[in-house]
């Protein structure tokens, strides 16, 4: 059966359905990774988005036990050029299928990312229907992806972690867990106040979907609780710790998403490649008036990849240090995480 893309542009793409879930609405995004399309699927951070991924052939090593960062399928809708199956229990269709997951393939994927780069993300609808409707949003994704109650990770003897759960990764939570430390994952409302009473060491302001802006209630507690423990924010943690301490936040033409993005230390002039997944950023020229200073900036755009407080033990990243899919090195910032927290000062100042 024959079903399309429709973007906000007026741009239309037609593809062949692989589910019988005929519709979505979302915004429509790229992800650039030749691997890691179960990362990606399960990545709270895309919830309420269709993405398209750019590798031609996806589907085609299946699945494992222990690559998904949730329980479930986030994204709105799945657009491929080539849907491959293996036959076996683990194949990608099945999994998209029994997740109620639309997925269209046989699409123009090139196509389409040059109309995103040109026109910018933007909302779409996939159907198989002649009528199209762009009604809908991404302004309360945020509690749909929050833990609803306090969880527990590992009984480490480093010390107990707090992380405000605004969508994060589970790898991100294991990152610290092999660390040595307890992480409590906590909903993302959760009071300065209650956040005190957990008697953390460190804090993890977690990554997420949506809109940083839309999250402006919860800046007060954020704020607080990072300057009462060291902190580390990962993504929309880097933007919401940047938000509570002044800066302005602004949305990119077209996202970064994908697996080999160069990041700089501003410091050192050492390179990383790093996982990205982010469509807002921290404008440069805010930075100046905040007690925040630049400490990481992508190589290709020199757009704001990481912080730090400077005179608290405050360490923000965009991109994510966890990988899940991608390279490895940038782990290095948990390390420094850990350090905070024994020392109780900012490593990098």
């Given amino acids: 059966m024959t079903g399309t893309v429709t973007l906000q542009s007026g741009q239309q793409f037609k593809g062949t359905w692989e589910t019988s879930a005929r519709s979505a609405k979302g915004e429509v995004v790229f992800f650039t990774g030749m691997t890691g399309y179960q990362e990606v699927l399960t990545d709270p951070s895309y919830a309420g988005q269709i993405v398209a991924f750019t590798y031609p052939l996806i589907g085609q090593y299946g699945l494992t036990d222990t690559a998904s960062e949730s329980a479930d399928i986030q994204v709105a809708g799945v657009l491929v050029q080539t849907l491959a199956g293996n036959g076996a229990a683990t194949d990608l269709k099945d999994w998209l299928e029994q997740s109620g997951v639309p997925v269209l393939s046989d699409i123009d994927t090139r196509s389409l990312v040059h109309a995103l780069r040109e026109h910018g993300d933007q909302w779409g609808v996939m159907t198989s229907e002649s009528d199209v409707s762009f009604d809908g949003d991404l302004h309360q994704i945020t509690e749909t992806v929050s833990t609803p109650s306090h969880v527990r990770h590992g009984d480490g003897v480093n010390g107990h972690i707090v992380c405000l759960d605004f969508g994060v990764k589970a790898s991100m939570v294991q990152a610290m867990v092999g660390r040595g430390y307890t992480v409590t994952v906590v909903p993302f409302d959760t009071t300065a106040a ?16 949506g809109d940083p802006r839309d999250l402006i209630d919860y800046l007060d507690d954020v704020r607080e609780v990072s300057l009462a423990y ?3 924010g990962i993504c929309m943690g880097h933007q919401l710790l940047a938000l509570a301490f002044g800066c302005e936040i602004e949305k990119q033409t077209y996202g970064h998403r994908g697996s080999n993005h160069p990041v700089r230390n501003v410091q050192t002039g050492e390179v990383w490649m790093t996982s990205q997944n982010h469509g807002y950023v921290v404008k440069q020229d805010s930075l100046e008036a905040t007690p925040l200073e630049l400490l990481f900036e992508n190589v290709n755009d020199l757009s704001v990849e990481g912080t730090l407080h400077r005179t608290a033990p405050i360490l923000t990243a965009q991109f994510h240090p966890e990988a899940s899919p991608g ?3 940038a782990q290095a910032i948990f390390d420094r995480f850990d350090e905070m927290i024994q020392q109780g000062v900012n490593v990098y100042a």
Wanted: proline share 18%; aromatic share 0%.
């Fill in 230 to 232: 060291p902190t580390l």
């Fill in 327 to 329: 390279p490895k090195e």
């Fill in 194 to 209: 209650q956040v005190h009473a957990l008697a953390p060491t460190g804090i993890l302001v977690s990554n997420g979907p």
